[in-house]
T-cell receptor
Framework: EAQVTQNPRYLITVTGKKLTVTCSQNMNHEYMSWYRQDPGLGLRQIYYSMNVEVTDKGDVPEGYKVSRKEKRNFPLILESPSPNQTSLYFC????????????FGPGTRLTVT | SQQGEEDPQALSIQEGENATMNCSYK?????LQWYRQNSGRGLVHLIL?????REKHSGRLRVTLDTSKKSSSLLITASRAADTASYFC????????FGAGTRLTVKP
């Protein structure tokens, strides 16, 4: 089944404790991205990757890191999480760029205390 | 970059009625996409309309695009309770941005 998976789905952590949210897709998509969703603000793009070893900042990259060492994986790293990073996070992928539909993962609900 | 702005922010209708949601944007686009999100879940792609298209259908969905007015509309006909969700438009030129969405409630 074609899908985007994220882990974990739920995470409660404390300020400053490094964490990684994994994202994997099995559709051989070149393009992958991360979004955060907050009430009233819609989805905001954090980082995106057009292909392996190519990553770019989105609208809200501060406090986040990403890597794209393999085509199928695009982990999101929070080196020192803060409470303002409490949010619902989505990973998405598409065949190439934005000209194709994006497939979204199920989301990761992160709480930073 | 630009994002779509959906209107209204919230819409409540009875089952069987039609629902219309609008999207406005500011600059020229290559295409515009509509997505649905059930509460707390990932977005699901509904339809993509290219800048040279004016109307597109998919089942009970009808999307129009007016590039002169920089606007698009999504019509859901004969709505069902299962259509209850948030709907987002995403206009694309060099990148894609989502707005805050329209929250649709369909009452049984």
């Amino acid at each position: 089944e074609a899908q985007v998976t994220q882990n974990p789905r739920y995470l409660i952590t404390v300020t400053g404790k490094k964490l990684t949210v994994t994202c994997s897709q099995n559709m051989n998509h070149e393009y992958m991205s991360w979004y955060r969703q907050d009430p009233g603000l819609g989805l905001r793009q954090i980082y995106y990757s057009m292909n392996v070893e190519v990553t770019d900042k989105g609208d809200v990259p501060e406090g986040y890191k990403v890597s794209r060492k393999e085509k199928r994986n695009f982990p999101l790293i929070l080196e020192s999480p803060s409470p303002n990073q409490t949010s619902l996070y989505f990973c998405a992928s598409s065949f190439t760029g934005h000209d194709y539909e994006q497939y979204f993962g199920p989301g990761t609900r992160l709480t930073v205390t | 970059s630009q994002q779509g702005e959906e209107d209204p922010q919230a819409l409540s209708i009875q089952e069987g009625e039609n629902a219309t949601m609008n999207c406005s944007y500011k600059t020229s686009i290559n295409n515009l996409q509509w997505y649905r999100q059930n509460s707390g879940r990932g977005l699901v792609h509904l339809i993509l309309i290219r800048s040279n298209e004016r109307e597109k259908h998919s089942g009970r969905l009808r999307v129009t695009l007016d590039t002169s007015k920089k606007s698009s509309s999504l019509l859901i006909t004969a709505s069902r309770a299962a259509d209850t969700a948030s709907y987002f438009c995403a206009p694309l030129n060099n990148d894609m941005r989502f707005g805050a969405g329209t929250r649709l409630t369909v009452k049984p």
